[in-house]
């Protein structure tokens, strides 16, 4: 079994990443880097592990490196923030659309302007259709969980896809707690060496990212949908496995109460922590019917585990960290409208932007929400359906 | 049972490594810990909060702390104006550095219940010649509230801190400790 260790978020991933036995790390030193990279460059400097660390002047550059060293068969390692994902953008198209099993660290960093370095989802949201596997970690224990079964999920012969594993920045990367880590032998062994399928090799010339006419185009983006869609299943079945080897069973989402809770409330990442707490204290303490539903895989979105999550539920909050300007709902929430259409799911919900720049839902607000849904439960009509956390209660 | 503390300092003076200490130490003893700072400017000298809870079980809440068990407040000048401008926070415990100042601790100790106060500013000259008081406010703390052992606290100090810089921070820990007294009106 392993250890527990005090660490940072950042630390807790350099320190999986570590582990990994990870053949290439790319990044851009400067802001808005994480620790996650400073620590790394350490191991490689201290001789402590056997990794090529490029050290380049751009995201952009520290993506393209990753999908080159990707397509030689490496197993690869990145990690950014806010305005970097933005520079990032185009070449993770790329690195999707190639098939190649980078996985990404995402400190979820606001985006200019007004200039703020805290954390919201909005980097992340603004490339959700980049065609990556997309987790959210909740605490640091599951950063560091969530990195090495990334590895896993992302190499998976039926995959073959970059996986993100988001976490929210300065309240995760920033935050010290108290962290299991696995055994280096322990990791090797539910992590082998990558076994790549198609690789760069002058002795089997072979030709990637090759122009494809509309003929062709369409035919590559319906695979990498199909391989995506496959990538449910090796999350749930890598997820199980780790749960076998630590204790610390992992699946697509984590409902608290769900059993019979009329009003559930829905998020993602560190906040999905302040929920439960409330739901476990309103429960416990006032009887109340409130549970929490935590998302760990944003994409491929889980359908089917979230029909059977909600089954009970009368009202739900989403709850949405970015805004999605003009729309009719944040991200997330229109995620669930549409599972509502396509599975005729009939119950009332309510989608709520919070935490933006750095803002934060707090247990006494989380209590508000939860008290506000079951006022809807019992027939009053919400102040809005949308709108901003701070200001609807 | 979980316990809140929240420390107020300026950027430079050690209050993220103030949290971090008292939750190793913590984590020492078996504990669930977390340690997380708040920045404002990114800036030596502007103010800077850090937060620590302790628990016997895991950690859920991801927020920051607004009603602290108690409040640790590292720098004098900062003391001074919340003193003046009536915005002391509010905590069952104030630990407070009156870097010599007894009068401004016992002003604290008006509008709050229950103040314990240390010249930590003067340790800290009189051990490294300058002020970086964290080590000497966690030894205060402990002292006017026991979550966590001295021996403890000591023990994540020295990892913290290797060789001959640790053994210095070990002394202001305890000297400290032995110097914290609770403010009487």
């Known amino acids: ?393 | 049972m979980m316990w809140e503390i929240f420390w107020l300092g300026r950027a430079g003076q050690g209050v993220i490594t103030a949290s971090r200490l008292l939750a190793s130490a913590a984590l020492l003893e078996g504990k669930h810990v977390q340690a997380f700072p708040q920045f404002g400017a990114e800036r030596l000298g502007a103010p800077v909060k850090g937060y620590t809870r302790i628990s016997e079980t895991p950690i859920e809440i991801h927020s920051a702390i607004s009603k602290p068990d108690a409040a640790v407040i590292m720098d004098v000048s900062l003391l001074r104006g919340l003193v003046q401008s009536g915005n002391l926070p509010k905590a069952k415990l104030t630990v407070v550095n009156h870097g010599g100042d007894e009068e401004l601790a016992k002003a604290v100790r008006r509008v709050n219940p229950k103040v314990w106060a240390v010249n930590a500013t003067g340790i800290s000259m009189g051990i490294f010649q300058r002020v970086i008081v964290n080590t000497p406010m966690v030894g205060a703390l402990i002292k006017a509230m026991p979550i966590v052992s001295l021996e403890s606290i000591e023990k994540a100090v020295l990892n913290r801190f290797p060789g001959a810089i640790g053994e210095k921070n070990v002394e202001a820990v305890r000297k400290a400790y032995e110097s914290a007294e609770e403010v009487v009106l």
């Open chain 1, 1 to 393: 079994m392993g250890r527990r260790i005090g660490l940072m978020g950042d630390e807790a991933v350099a320190y999986a990443v570590k582990q990994c036995d990870v053949g290439l790390v790319s990044a851009y030193p400067i802001t808005p880097q994480t620790i996650m990279v400073e620590r790394i460059s350490e191991y490689v400097a201290n001789g402590e592990i056997d990794t090529e660390f490029v050290c380049v002047e751009s995201e952009h550059s520290a993506l393209s490196v990753c999908v080159g060293a990707s397509l030689s068969g490496l197993r690869v390692f990145t990690a950014t923030a806010s305005q970097g994902l933005a520079l990032m953008h185009e070449v993770l198209y790329a690195a999707s659309g190639l098939r190649c099993p980078i996985v990404m660290a995402v400190a979820n960093r606001a985006l200019s302007a007004p200039l703020n370095i805290h954390c919201d989802h909005s980097d992340m949201m603004g490339s959700r259709d980049c065609g990556w596997v997309q987790v959210f970690a909740e605490n640091v224990q599951e950063a560091y969980d969530w990195v090495i079964q990334a590895f896993k999920i992302a190499e998976h012969p039926d995959v073959q896809l970059p996986t993100v594993v988001n976490l929210d920045g300065f309240t995760l990367t920033h935050c010290m707690e108290d962290v299991e880590v696995l055994e280096d032998e322990d990791v090797k062994k539910f992590l082998p060496p990558r076994k790549p399928i198609y690789w760069v090799d002058p002795k089997q010339p072979m030709t990637f990212g090759a122009w494809a006419m509309p003929n062709y185009y369409y035919k590559f983006k319906l695979q990498q949908q199909e391989a995506i869609m496959r990538s449910l299943r090796v999350v749930k079945e890598v997820g199980e496995e780790f749960g076998k080897l630590t204790g610390r069973r992992y699946d697509t989402l984590y409902g608290y109460g769900l059993e019979d809770a009329e009003v559930a409330v829905l998020s993602m990442g560190s906040t999905s922590g302040t929920i439960r707490y409330t739901a476990r204290r309103l429960r416990e303490s006032d009887g109340l019917k409130v549970g929490a539903l935590k998302l760990w895989l944003f994409r491929p979105f889980p359908e089917e585990d979230l029909v059977s999550a909600l089954e009970k539920v009368k009202v739900l909050i989403v709850l949405d960290r970015a805004l999605s300007p003009g729309a009719v709902f944040g991200p997330l929430g229109s995620d669930i409208a549409s599972l509502m259409v396509k599975h005729g799911l009939d119950f009332k919900l309510l989608n709520y932007t919070y935490g933006l720049g750095g803002d934060e839902v707090t247990p006494e607000m989380a209590e508000k929400l939860f008290k506000l849904g079951l006022k809807v439960a019992e027939g009053a009509k919400p102040p809005s359906l949308t709108g901003y956390v701070r200001e609807v209660v």
